[in-house]
Each structure stands twice: as C-alpha cells, then as structure tokens.
C-alpha cells in the first residue's frame, strides 16, 4: 500500500511519542504529524517542532480522555453524524450551549476558566482542585496501573467509544440536563480526568526517560 498514510487522534499520539522519544524506530518521520509541523510549521527548526509536538502531545492526551473526542452520534436526524454531540444543542447556561461542551466544562463544575498566565491566588485554587480529584477518584480510576501504564492508544479510544454512547441517556436535545443526569455523569468525566493524567505521566516518564519501556515500574503517592 502507497500513499500518504491516514492521521487521526490515536495514530496522532503514536507518532509523537515515537518522534519525541527516539525509541521506536524512524517510521514517524512519514507521517502526517511529522511532516506537516517540520515543513510547514517549522521547517528548519527542529527545536521548535519537537516543542510544538509536545504540547499538541498534552492536548491529544486531554482529548481521549473526553469521551466525545471519540464518537459522532449517526441517525436519521444527523445521517453525517453529530460531530462528537457537538450538534446536540442544550440552551444556553453557565456558557454552554451543547452536549459535548457540557462535557468539557465537566457538566458545569468547571465552568470558569483560570485566567493565564496563573497568578498566586489561581495557583493555590488549581492545586485545591488538584487535590480534590487526587483524593477523590485515585483509588478508584487508577488503583490498577495497568489502566494507565502502558501505549494502548487504540483502547483508550475505544473506552472513551463506550463510555460516549453512554451519555446520550437521560438528556434530551434543546432542555436543560437535570440534577440526575449532572449526578450520575460527574463522576465520571472527573475520573476521566485523573486517568488522563496519569496516562499522560507514564508517556511522559517513557519519553524522556533513557532505557524506560513500558510498562515501567511506577509508583506514584
């Protein structure tokens, strides 16, 4: 097969890791990854790229872990799909105005943002909330390191794949979600969260770590 190979999020995550971590062979520099940052992005500044890489690594990592990153809703009513819930609207409330949104601001818990660059008092309220969900869902979401120590992108896809399909129960297109839907599903994006993070870790430890594979021994307090 010839041709320029397809990209999506999981092959997306792949290719940086490979790329960032020099562990896994040369094919990433085919990819559609690679070679639009180097040559479009940044070509000659090899420095830039791999940084530009990095953060799009975080924000990938932060996008498969929100379950509607990985679906689109196909029916009668969306024949070309609802784009990740993004075409379910909800009125308008506490900024959001559609199901996946809804999800992003974690069914209206985190509904504000922390203006950047963060200052003292927005430090100490980011490290509160950072507890909270340490506390609250480290047992629970990532007790089994195997959940999380390990390159199964595909996976992760497919877990995020299930638990959206999941989220359409209990909500109805263009009415407000009730106090049993906010309470049923909270949970779950907040665990989502934890996890993400400590998936992010385990990658992060593996590339710029020498001589780490996975799994690796992790032992996080």
């Known amino acids: 097969m010839t041709g320029p190979k ?93 199901l996946h949104a809804l999800m992003d601001k974690v069914l209206y818990v985190e509904r504000t943002n922390l203006p950047r660059p963060l200052d003292p008092t927005n430090w100490a309220l980011l490290n509160s909330k950072t507890d909270f969900y340490m506390q609250t869902y480290q047992t629970s979401c990532c007790a089994n390191s195997a959940n999380w120590n390990n390159q199964q992108f595909t996976t992760w896809q497919n877990e995020a794949y299930d638990i959206a399909k999941t989220l359409y129960t209990g909500v109805t297109e263009n009415v407000l979600p009730d106090q049993a839907y906010l309470d049923k599903n909270t949970p779950i994006i907040q665990g989502r969260i934890v996890l993400g993070g400590y998936r992010l870790y385990a990658l992060m430890r593996y590339i710029f770590t020498p001589g780490v594979e996975f799994p690796s021994d992790l032992f996080l307090n």
């Open 6 to 98: 397809p990209h999506n999020l999981t092959l997306g995550i792949q290719n940086i890791s490979d790329w960032l971590s020099g562990k896994n062979g040369t094919e990433y520099q085919t990819s559609y990854m690679y070679t639009y940052i180097t040559n479009n992005l940044y070509p000659g500044r090899p420095d830039l790229a791999q940084s530009y890489a990095l953060r799009l690594l975080i924000h990938y990592i932060g996008d498969i872990s929100q379950p509607f990153h990985c679906e689109s809703r196909f029916d009668a009513a969306y024949p070309d799909g609802d784009a990740g819930a993004n075409a379910f609207p909800l009125p308008y409330h506490y900024t959001v105005d559609e």
